[in-house]
């Protein structure tokens, strides 16, 4: 059975797709597979192999054996020399990379060449850099010597989203490689192409056998096979709050395995009226909420405008959104592209439903755009109250709801009227106000005068329901080691 598929993409790129299983550096057969659609048309790109239980286990055992078999001992700067040669690989394949990732996601082209792939080897070449940056404390216990020592876990899983394939992929494996931790990744099963076709870079790079495996297949079935394994010690999880309540649950009735999660968001953006610059806070707030097709965990899909500003915002707002392009996303004025898939299609359309017959104002959009692909207009709304579905609810899509406050402790507590707590934004001139108001919003991360700006040196990560852990940064790195105490009677 050929595991390729040579491919043209709309605007004349031709490359081969690998469709079969990474595992222990080959690509092998599935038990089954499934069929991956382009967003822009609703066609078939082709199909590829899906994971049940004998390719779990045996992707697990692959990095098992890895692990044991050299990786947890490597040395930390073979493991950074290979890390960066891996990055350089992507820097060369970044135009194919790209192309498709665009092809199975449907990002503009043009977004996934300025962030998702040169973002996947600037997380790899920092964790190369953190190899040998880890070290424990030697501590003075009544005569005897104590010392530290951070040790590997083991075998790693990641389950990835569909949103940010590479992003999220890097996410996962950058730091657990760098702290000697072999990894089975499982995509998902709507963006399981580009992926794969790092998957060939691995093997180009050099890595052992086992270290890095790469499946995909359904959640409910690959995904809880991989949560639930015995010689998994470690998963990471990126996707929507019901399903990481799955995965600790998985966990919890296995081996107990160290779980992260990072998980959905309601997020606030916040614009006061002393704003220096209303149509540079308008800009950001438009990139906040329809960067991705609205299909970003941290979107600011609630913008809060302070009274005396309200109108004005709303009037430049609306003609900023309205002018975008959506459509084919290899066309370089396209700032818009598809939904993943019609369900996703079909789950917007329905908040946008819902929030009319809830009474909200459907300032723009709310439509479908063309007649092939899964598009939909970029849709405001306003006149809302803070317990209508659309202000409490994840959408995942290009819907925003716009709505004014007074003052501090007012926009304060509507900000915080939602169980999610990934991220929030702050525009504001006065730096005593950004500070104030950073310090009492309960997220993860709060931008102030801009949106979406994500880091490989910056930790991310949410409160509340927005799950637990942090990625990216140093503080990633607490997720991927378990510590050791030695105690030695040196009176002996």
């Not at 659309?390 to 007074?406: C, N, R």
Request: proline fraction near 4%; hydrophobic fraction near 40%.
């Amino acid at each position: 059975m050929s595991l390729t598929t040579e491919y043209t993409t709309t605007d004349g790129f031709k490359t081969t797709l690998n469709t079969g299983l990474f595992i222990n550096n080959e690509f092998v057969e599935g038990s089954s597979t499934i069929e991956t659609i382009n967003p822009s048309t609703g066609q078939v790109i082709t199909s590829v192999q899906a994971a049940g239980e004998k390719e779990v286990d045996l992707a697990v055992e692959a990095a098992h054996k890895a692990y044991y078999g050299g990786w947890k001992t490597s040395n930390p700067r073979e493991r950074a020399r290979l890390m960066n040669k891996l990055a350089d690989l992507v820097d060369r394949d970044m135009d194919e990379l790209a192309h498709i990732e665009t092809l199975d996601n449907g990002k503009p082209l043009a977004d996934a060449k300025s962030f998702d792939v040169p973002g996947l080897a600037a997380q790899l070449r920092y964790f190369a850099g953190c190899t040998d940056k880890v070290h424990g404390k030697v501590i003075e216990t009544q005569g005897k010597l104590s010392y530290t020592i951070h040790e590997p876990i083991g075998v790693c899983g990641g389950i990835i989203p569909w949103n940010f394939p590479l992003a999220m992929l890097s996410w996962k494996i950058a730091p657990a490689l760098a702290m000697s931790n072999t990894v089975v990744i499982k995509t998902s099963e709507l963006t399981p192409l580009s992926a794969l076709k790092f998957a060939s870079l691995i093997v180009e790079a050099g890595f052992p056998p086992g270290v890095i495996n790469i499946i995909t297949g359904y959640g409910h079935i690959t995904g809880d096979l991989l949560a639930r394994h015995n010689r998994v010690s470690k998963i990471a999880f990126t996707g929507s709050t019901a399903v990481g309540r799955l995965i600790m649950k998985a966990a919890a009735e296995t081996n107990l395995k160290k779980v992260t999660l990072e998980l959905g968001g309601k997020s606030p953006n916040i614009i006061f009226d002393d704003v220096e610059n209303l149509d540079e806070a308008v800009f950001w707030s438009r990139l906040g909420i329809y960067m991705n097709a609205g299909q970003v965990c941290c979107a600011g899909s609630r913008i809060y405008v302070q009274e005396g500003i309200y109108d004005q915002f709303i009037e430049k707002f609306k003609a900023l959104a309205a002018s975008g392009t959506v459509g084919n996303p290899y066309d370089e004025k396209t700032i818009q592209g598809p939904q993943i898939s019609e369900r996703q299609f079909d789950r917007v359309m329905g908040y946008i439903e819902t929030g009319k017959s809830e009474g909200a104002t459907c300032l723009l959009g709310g439509n479908r755009v063309g007649d092939a692909g899964y598009f939909i207009e970029p849709t405001i709304f306003t006149d809302v109250t803070p317990k209508m579905k659309i202000m409490q609810e994840e959408i995942f899509g290009p819907v925003v709801a716009i709505s004014k406050f007074k003052d501090i402790d007012d926009v304060i507590e509507m900000a915080h009227d939602t169980d999610y707590g990934l991220a929030a934004a702050v525009f504001t001139s006065s730096l005593k106000r950004a500070i104030t108001v950073s310090n009492r919003l309960e997220a993860g991360t709060v931008w102030v005068n801009c949106y979406n700006q994500i880091s490989e040196n910056t930790p991310f990560g949410g409160y509340k329901q927005s799950g637990n852990g942090r990625e990216n940064s140093v503080y990633a790195l607490d997720n991927y080691t378990q510590i050791k105490a030695v105690k030695i009677n040196i009176g002996l």
